[in-house]
């Protein structure tokens, strides 16, 4: 790919949100207001925006390797931070995908470097899950589980946080865990019941007392 193509396709692309409507870009420009924060995988196969059909202005959008939620990320944690108590979004979504090369890098026996530290979240949870992970033979099948379950500790290490409490109790905002398809371009929901996951991890992470 020709790097100048990429300023021919933004004229177009300019060309072709005026033509639809010629106050786009003052629209545009006047402020956000997204329903939902997204938090997904970098791999440059997984567009946001794209897979949604969602338009500009109608997601706050994180990525990172393999979407972690890391505590200490402070990348992550001032997205969330800024998304939920400030931009107000009513729901936030993880979406993993089958293939994240993130996901196979931490099942494997290799020193990454840099990436250790990093990919050490995604071997935490093949840790809790270890038993359900290792009963499953066929290895392809262990490698896609484990994909759904990083999508779901991530979401649960979403609702060990502050803000999502504080929000959860004040407007009622919701967690979602989703998967992408990588083979078929579905959008898989995980229907992960955070409400019982909520309830049994209560007891060590709730930081509002109130909060039934
Ligand atoms: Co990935």
């Known amino acids: 790919m020709d790097i100048s193509s990429v300023f021919k396709n933004n004229e177009k692309w300019i060309e072709s949100k005026l ?6 870009f003052d629209k ?7 329903e939902f924060l ?3 995988c970098s791999d440059s196969r997984v567009t946001a925006e794209d897979l949604m059909g969602i338009q500009p202005g109608e997601a706050f959008v994180h990525r990172n390797i393999a979407n972690l939620v890391n505590n200490v990320d402070l990348n992550v944690m001032s997205v969330l931070n800024y998304a939920v108590r400030h931009l107000k979004v009513n729901h936030i979504v993880v979406c993993g995908h089958y293939n994240c090369g993130g996901v196979k890098a931490a099942m494997q026996p290799a020193d990454m470097g840099i990436l250790n530290p990093w990919l050490r979240n995604i071997r935490d949870v093949y840790r809790l899950h270890h038993d359900e992970l290792n009963a499953i033979q066929d290895e392809e099948k262990r490698y896609e589980r484990l994909v ?3 999508v779901q500790e991530q979401c649960v290490n979403l609702i ?3 803000a999502v409490q504080e929000a959860f109790k004040e407007r009622g905002l919701k967690v979602h865990g989703w998967v ?7 959008l898989i929901d995980l229907k992960i019941d955070f409400d019982k996951i909520l309830k049994s991890i209560r007891e060590i992470y709730n930081l509002y007392p109130e909060v039934e």
Do not use: R
């Not at 545009?28 to 997204?34: D, I, M, R, T, V």
């Open 38 to 40: 997204y938090i997904g």
């Open 148 to 150: 759904e379950l990083n």
């Open 160 to 162: 060990k946080t502050a």
């Open 28 to 34: 545009l420009a006047s402020g956000q207001y997204p």
């Open 180 to 186: 992408f398809d990588i083979h078929t371009g579905k």
């Open 19 to 24: 033509a639809l409507d010629p106050q786009y």
